[in-house]
């Protein structure tokens, strides 16, 4: 917890750690000195430092529909602000098989879903979007702009 907190307030605007998965393939997706309880614990912890954070999905893994909108939501009660959903590529033949290639509107599907179901205020979702999405650096940053204007604003 103090780790986290020194790196949250250091500065950076985004506090961003993938929680990888949905919570049952937890261990066989991350190393085992990770899981999805410390993920969490450390996102809430960095929401309390005051900035904004965000994580990130891999889809494709044999998860379903369901569990990952109870991830979308479990990430939302620890007060995170930023989703990125992606599709899971297998880098090397050592790594795990893709169980699943989603459709393109599926994604739009749990973009939809995570913006105005579960209340993220952004969230990229691809085929190809990783967790350092570029289009989405845009938006994040104009909306960092946005919120310290706005704060300006009722402070002055």
Partial sequence: AAATRHLAESGLDVYAHNIETVERLQRLVRDPRAN???????????????VY????????LGETI????QTMHDLRAVGVD???????LQPTP???????FLTPEAFDELREYGEEVAGFRFVASGPLVRSSYKAG????ENMIKGDKQQQQQLQG
């Fill in 137 to 140: 650096e845009f938006f994040i």
């Fill in 82 to 88: 930023i989703l990125t959903l992606g599709q899971y």
């Fill in 94 to 100: 050592l790594h795990l098989d893709v169980k699943e």
């Fill in 66 to 69: 369901e569990e990952v909108k």
């Fill in 53 to 60: 954070t965000k994580s990130s999905i891999m889809l494709g």
């Fill in 36 to 50: 999805y309880a410390q993920s969490l614990a450390m996102l809430k912890e960095a929401k309390g430092c005051g």
